[in-house]
C-alpha cells in the first residue's frame, strides 16, 4: 500500500476515487461536501437524488459509504461519507470515522480501483480534532489489506497536513 500526504484541492486530484466527507442527505452541503457537488457538476445531485432514503431525509448513515460516478471531476467515482459530529470523544466518535475508511476503502477494493484520495473526514465543520481523526484514518489504513490501492489523504490546510504526517510518523 502506498500512501501519500498533499495539500490542495481534492477536486483536481486524478484518482480513480474521490472520498466525499457528506452530508446524510447526500445533497450537497459546506466545505468538501459543497466543493464536490461544485466539481462534479448537476449531475452529481441528481444521482444523488436517485439513492434511496434509508430514513427520511437520509441516504447515507453515519459510517457507511454510496457510490456515485465522478461525472466533471478528474476522478471517475465519489465514494460519499457521512462522518461523526465530535461530541467529545466519547460517544464513539473514533468508531464511526474508522467505519468510514474501512468501508470507504472496501468499495475502493471491491470496484478494483488503483487509487483513492481522502479528505479529513469530520475535521471541518463537525468539529473533530485534527490530530484525533488523523490518528484513526492513518490507523485504519495501515489496517486494511487493500494493497493494491494507492491512497492520497489530500488536506486543505498545512495544519491538517502536519497533522496527518505526525500521524504517518507514530
Do not use: K
Not at 31 to 38: E, F, L, T
Not at 118 to 131: L, Q, T
Not at 135 to 150: G, K, L
Amino acid at each position: 500500500m502506498w500512501i501519500e500526504v498533499v495539500e490542495g484541492d481534492i477536486t483536481r486530484l486524478e484518482v480513480d476515487a474521490i472520498v466525499n466527507a457528506a452530508a446524510p442527505s447526500l445533497l450537497g452541503g459546506g466545505g468538501v461536501d459543497g466543493a464536490i457537488h461544485r466539481a462534479a457538476g448537476p449531475r452529481l445531485l441528481e444521482a444523488c437524488r436517485v439513492l434511496p432514503e434509508v430514513s427520511p431525509g437520509v441516504r447515507c448513515r453515519v459510517g457507511d459509504v454510496r457510490v456515485t460516478p465522478g461525472f466533471d471531476l478528474p476522478a471517475r467515482y465519489v465514494i460519499h461519507t457521512v462522518g461523526p459530529i465530535w461530541r467529545g470523544g466519547n460517544h464513539g466518535e473514533a468508531g464511526e470515522l474508522a467505519a468510514c475508511y474501512r468501508h470507504a476503502i472496501r468499495v475502493a477494493s471491491g470496484l478494483e480501483l488503483t487509487s483513492i484520495a481522502f479528505p479529513a473526514i469530520s475535521c471541518g465543520v463537525y468539529g473533530y480534532p485534527v490530530a484525533a481523526a488523523s490518528a484513526v484514518a492513518v490507523a485504519v489504513i495501515h489496517a486494511t489489506q487493500a494493497r493494491d490501492v494507492a491512497i492520497t489523504l489530500c488536506c486543505y490546510s498545512p495544519e491538517t497536513a502536519d497533522a496527518v504526517r505526525r500521524a504517518l510518523l507514530t
